[in-house]
């Protein structure tokens, strides 16, 4: 395989860092650059692993600075772009849309006008399952496949949704070789604790209250993030010019008992839990079939929910500092420090 320079967009925050993590083991001629705005998300300690890897270079920069995007293409000839970079939230974009739309929209845009002006061979967007809408919960037999309509709830999924259409447009009117992956929900090591599982984890570990929305029973589907890389890693090489591909494990579990399960893994009792108001527009089910990126790349997730949760809780045991650093606000000094 020939030697290849990605760019990683959003590579300090939770799926980014686990793709370079996986991209610079798996290719040992690659070339990574990480362009991130390190925002609340982005923790450049994550990266500690990677940061005197001859084959890594991080550039902290916005993906909507078209001056500093345009200025990275020229010194670097990447070959491939994948787009992580995003504000990832719901309840964010729920308080405050403006950012979402900015980083989310305009920056996919800038990304891919870079593209164009300098030539690539795959730009690559990571969105999200979240673009389908929801399912209702009394209709197992419903899935989200890549027909499924666009019918977003939340600003969020609006602004990825945006996104989406404005990648598959680049697509068809320029002829920009793009391809576009929905993913359902992540889980696994350095997922930021606002999130549910991550939050639940570190409220748990500190016997604090354990915040369930509404009456907890909201379904996701979840997947162990080296899956979602694996599933990247093959449509970037492999997926065809133009596409759209869902990604996801069948494996569709209400929020209740994924606290449940936490609690008892860490042997905390269920009386922390505490069910609080519930999110404005709330998505009842996500479900993704992934039968397109199965039949047409072979792409089956590796790592089964009972594993990765105790891979994931056990990680976070292993890494309080991680973890506590992000909760006291500490981490946002590092990068201060480093430079
Ligand atoms: P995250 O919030 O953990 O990380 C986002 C990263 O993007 C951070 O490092 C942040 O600093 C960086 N960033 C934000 N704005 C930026 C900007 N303007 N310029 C440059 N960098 C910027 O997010 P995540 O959970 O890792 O999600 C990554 C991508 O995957 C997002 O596009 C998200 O929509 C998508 N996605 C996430 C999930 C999930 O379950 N987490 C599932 C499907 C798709
Ligand atoms: O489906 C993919 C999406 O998954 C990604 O596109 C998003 O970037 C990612 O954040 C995630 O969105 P969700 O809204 O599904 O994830 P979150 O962890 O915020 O919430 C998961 C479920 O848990 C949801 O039904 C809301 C609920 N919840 C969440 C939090 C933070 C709670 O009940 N309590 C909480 O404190």
């Not at 395989?1 to 760019?7: E, F, H, N, V």
């Not at 967009?9 to 990574?32: E, Q, V």
């Not at 990677?50 to 000839?77: G, S, T």
């Not at 108001?277 to 039949?295: F, L, Q, S, V």
Request: with cysteine; charged share 25%; hydrophobic share 35%.
């Amino acid at each position: 395989m020939m030697s290849k320079t990605i760019i990683v967009t959003g590579g300090a925050g939770f799926i980014g860092s686990n793709f370079i993590f996986y991209i610079l083991k798996k290719y040992a001629d690659y070339r990574i650059i990480c362009l991130d705005k390190l925002t609340y998300a982005g923790n450049l300690s994550t990266l500690k692993p990677v940061m005197d890897n001859p084959n890594f270079r991080f550039v902290k920069a916005d993906i909507c600075d078209r001056e500093a995007v345009y200025q990275l293409f020229e010194e670097e000839h990447p070959d491939i772009i994948v787009n992580f970079a995003a504000e990832s939230h719901v309840d964010r974009s729920i308080e405050d849309p403006g950012i979402f739309l900015q980083t989310n929209i305009m920056g996919t845009a800038t990304l891919m006008d870079a593209c164009r002006a300098f030539g690539i061979e795959r730009y690559h967007q990571v969105s999200t399952d979240e673009v389908y809408g929801d399912l209702p919960l009394d209709r197992p037999d419903l899935f989200f496949t890549e027909e499924t309509p666009i019918h977003t709830s939340s600003p969020y999924s609006s602004s990825k949704a945006a996104a989406d259409l404005l990648v598959l447009a680049y697509y068809r009117t320029y002829g920009l070789p793009v391809s576009i992956s929905r993913c359902s929900n992540n889980y696994g090591p350095y997922h930021f604790p606002e999130k549910l599982i991550p939050l639940m984890i570190a409220n748990a570990l500190n016997d604090k209250p354990l915040p369930v929305y509404g009456e907890g029973l909201n379904v996701r589907d979840w997947l162990y993030v080296e899956d979602h890389c694996s599933a990247i890693d093959l449509i970037i090489h492999k997926g065809r010019v133009g596409e759209v591909y869902n990604v996801g494990g069948h494996n569709e579990m209400k929020n209740i008992d994924i606290v449940k399960i936490i609690c008892k893994a860490l042997d905390k009792p269920e009386s922390l839990i505490t069910y609080v108001t519930d999110r404005k527009g709330h998505d009842m089910r996500y479900a993704i079939d992934p039968e397109k990126i199965h039949n047409e790349l072979g792409w089956l997730p590796e790592t089964k929910f009972e594993d990765g949760i105790k891979k994931t809780i056990d990680w976070y045991l292993n890494n309080r500092e991680w973890w506590e650093e992000i909760i006291s606000g500490d981490y946002q000094n590092y990068y201060e420090e480093m430079y």
